[in-house]
Nanobody, 115 residues
Framework: QVQLVESGGGLVQPGGSLRLSCVAS????????GAWHRQTPGNQRELVAR???????YYTDSVKGRFTISRDNAKNTLYLQMNSLKPEDTGVYYC?????????WGRGTQVTVSS
């Protein structure tokens, strides 16, 4: 069972930045695909960004040009750099990693964008 632990959430003003981290208990991590999802108030959980084991990346349209997903396999860590944050980015952000039939989720970290 792979455990994922997110960190880096918090309160930030509009236009500010945060970097989320997700540390995986599994070694090696390089074979896993990873993603960040979020659940904003009143909405279903949505995919924000995804990165494959080969480094292919996808972003949902609303975060393109503002968010960057990356990974450091040596540290078993997935990142989400979030810049130019907007109030509508407020929500709980979840880390997700999968390999074959295994699909693992973190417990989430709260991001609040407010003045």
């Amino acid at each position: 069972q792979v455990q994922l632990v997110e960190s880096g959430g918090g309160l930030v003003q509009p236009g500010g930045s945060l970097r989320l981290s997700c540390v995986a208990s599994e070694t090696p991590f390089n074979n896993y695909a990873g993603a960040w999802h979020r659940q904003t108030p009143g909405n279903q959980r949505e995919l924000v960004a995804r990165i494959t084991s080969g480094g292919n990346i996808y972003y949902t349209d609303s975060v393109k040009g503002r968010f960057t997903i990356s990974r450091d396999n040596a540290k078993n860590t997935l990142y989400l750099q979030m810049n130019s944050l907007k109030p509508e980015d407020t929500g709980v952000y979840y880390c997700n990693a999968w390999l074959g039939a295994g699909d693992y989720w973190g417990r989430g970290t709260q991001v609040t964008v407010s003045s």
